[in-house]
């Protein structure tokens, strides 16, 4: 675990930890933890394709560049935290999972002779006292708050959507099949 305090005084604790699970045989998690730009970067490959360890530390590695490369950005919102520069730090998150993707795709077009690779995707990048987030997939991101737990994200799947649509409820979502069938995912498309 490593504590960070910012510039606004806010103390910020990143830790991380990763579980192959019940069902895989390899880990297919990563993640990456920059406290000099308040980063942390979690992903994992999706389930039922191959090398999804490959794409999840390729776009881990892939943000983490490209939004250390786009200092001016994160500078400039920390100096003028506006809505201009607010608008130019979520084009930059944008961009650098964009980037991920195609690369992703690209390599799994490659590694896995035309058979592709995918993973998600979450970005927490901390300027001042607001958190920016880019998501992907079903992993999630939790606000963790005087002992309660706040939801910031939501899942980009099957279930999810038909929940979104009223197609289902809740209740009726905890028994359903196919939970887990991504509509998003990071290297799924160029």
């Known amino acids: 675990m490593s504590t960070v305090l910012s510039p606004s005084n806010l103390a910020l604790a990143f830790w991380a930890a990763t579980d192959t699970g019940r ?12 406290t000099a730009i308040n980063l942390a970067i979690v992903s994992d490959g999706v389930g039922g394709r191959k090398r999804g360890e ?3 530390e390729l776009a881990c590695r892939v943000v983490r560049e490209h939004l250390i490369r786009h200092a001016q950005e994160r500078a400039a919102f920390i100096s ?4 201009l520069e607010r608008k130019a730090v979520c ?26 690779m995918s993973c998600t995707i979450d970005v927490v990048l901390i300027l001042n ?34 929940i979104r ?7 009726e979502a905890k028994t359903a099949k196919g939970g887990n069938i991504l ?3 990071v290297g799924s498309l160029p």
């Open 80 to 83: 003028k935290p506006d809505a």
């Open 129 to 162: 006292t607001t958190a920016f987030i880019a998501h992907v997939g079903d992993s999630r991101t939790y606000l963790l708050r005087e002992q309660k737990v706040y939801p910031l994200t939501e899942d980009h799947t099957v279930l999810q959507e038909k």
């Open 91 to 116: 084009l930059l998150m944008r961009n650098a999972v964009q980037k991920a993707s195609a690369q992703v795709f690209e390599a799994g077009q490659d590694i896995t002779s035309g058979e592709g």
């Open 54 to 56: 490959v794409a999840a």
């Open 165 to 171: 649509r009223g197609v289902l409820t809740e209740e």
């Open 183 to 185: 509509t998003r995912a």
């Open 23 to 34: 069902v895989r045989k390899v880990n297919q998690d990563c993640f990456h933890i920059d």
